[in-house]
């Protein structure tokens, strides 16, 4: 039976939509249903409702007004391709802002937010977005003002119920502060997204119950992942952590942590630092190149630096010295593992094949009982070869 110019239609947008991915096929017939009912805050189109999306126009106004309205129906925000220049932007409960993610490791693209001064805390304020969705957007600092974060959360306590909101495909880069400030949440999610080349942290988390899986934490001038307040119970997988200036991860005084499957490159101290943390597992990463800015003499020139933790397993990581892309730069680390005042703690089956310049592994003593370290092989690399 020959297809009419409808059916046919149908068919190219639904094709069309799963090539762009499951979300915007969400859109595409959220969109159709929203067209049908009219007058309904169920599905908003921030064009629709005014906003230029010309990188000049100031649309914090039209896009705050469509946050707004979408929480009067557990709605959905859609931001087309464009550049929104905005100020501050409160993202209510329950509803989904959503963008077409176009970015790449070089600059933002697709559904663009972009900071429009200095003044402003941060882009998107999280406090109030319990179950809410962030899908799809760049976030652009452009570096302007003073500890302006990207994404923030702070608050006086924690909130008597779970955060669950979730950053899905956003790129988070260029801000003055932190890419994501995260104070005393619990229970969220981020996805597949990008925390690149902001002057704070990549994200900074004071908080629990997280899960992190397949981001980059690149190019930050602290840390690519830092908590260094009251944390834990954090699944971090599958994440690409890299040439942040400090340490790739920091975790302090954090519990139950699961490290796994995560590629750490060229951080400016520690590939993975841990101090006074308990019932961590650290399993088959791969750390390459750690200690790049950090005095040779340091101990911080390290792969991975436990300090002051208990049960702790890492077993199963594989780790390299070299230097910059293109054999240029200085070679680094000096250490391969650091460990201190451990107790309960197992070091084991790593492979350190040119792991480090100086020593596989060294131990600074103060342990308590229980510590394991054996099965580890490798070589000093030779900067000659």
Wanted: some cysteine.
């Amino acid at each position: 039976m020959a297809e009419t110019d409808n059916t046919f239609l149908n068919r190219r947008e639904l094709a069309k939509s799963a090539m762009i991915g499951g979300a915007s096929l969400l859109l595409s017939v959220a969109a159709q249903a929203s067209t049908e009912a009219s007058g309904t805050h169920e599905f908003i189109d921030v064009r629709k409702f005014g906003a230029a999306g010309d990188g000049k126009t100031d649309d914090t106004r039209i896009l705050q007004h469509a946050l707004d309205a979408a929480a009067e129906t557990s709605g959905a925000v859609l931001v087309p391709p464009g550049v929104y220049l905005t100020q501050e932007l409160h993202v209510r409960p329950g509803i989904a802002l959503i963008g077409i993610p176009a970015w790449n490791y070089g600059g933002p693209g697709g559904s663009v937010l972009r900071l429009a001064n200095g003044d402003s805390t941060c882009l998107l304020n999280l406090t109030d977005a319990r179950g809410a969705t962030i899908e799809g957007l760049a976030l652009d600092g452009r570096g302007l003002g003073r500890n302006v974060h990207g994404l923030f959360v702070d608050r006086s306590e924690y909130a008597k119920h779970e955060d669950g909101f979730r950053i899905e495909r956003c790129q988070v880069a260029r801000f003055s502060g932190d890419g994501a400030s995260l104070m005393r949440v619990w229970c969220f999610s981020v996805r597949h997204s990008m925390f690149a080349f902001n002057k704070g942290n990549g994200l900074n988390l004071r908080g629990w119950d997280g899960f992190l899986l397949d981001n980059w934490f690149s190019g930050n001038e602290r840390a690519g992942f830092a908590a260094r307040q009251e944390n834990a119970s954090i699944t971090f997988t599958s994440n690409r952590i890299e040439w942040n200036h400090e340490e790739n991860m920091l975790v302090t005084g954090g519990n139950g942590y699961q490290i796994t499957g995560n590629f750490f490159d060229r951080a400016g101290t520690c590939g993975l630092a841990l101090r006074r943390n308990t019932q961590m597992a650290i399993t088959g990463n791969f750390f390459k190149r750690s200690g790049k800015l950090v005095d040779p003499e340091s101990h911080e020139s390290s792969q991975i630096f436990l300090d002051g933790s208990r049960g702790v397993t890492c077993v199963g990581n594989n780790l390299h010295a070299e230097r910059d892309d293109g054999g240029i730069g200085k070679f680094s680390p000096s250490y391969g593992i650091v460990y201190k005042g451990l107790q309960n703690c197992v070091i084991t089956n790593n492979v350190l094949h040119d792991g480090a310049l100086r020593q596989l592994l060294l131990d600074l003593g103060e342990h308590g009982g229980g510590v394991i370290v054996r099965d580890n092989p490798g070589c000093i690399f030779d900067e000659q070869h």
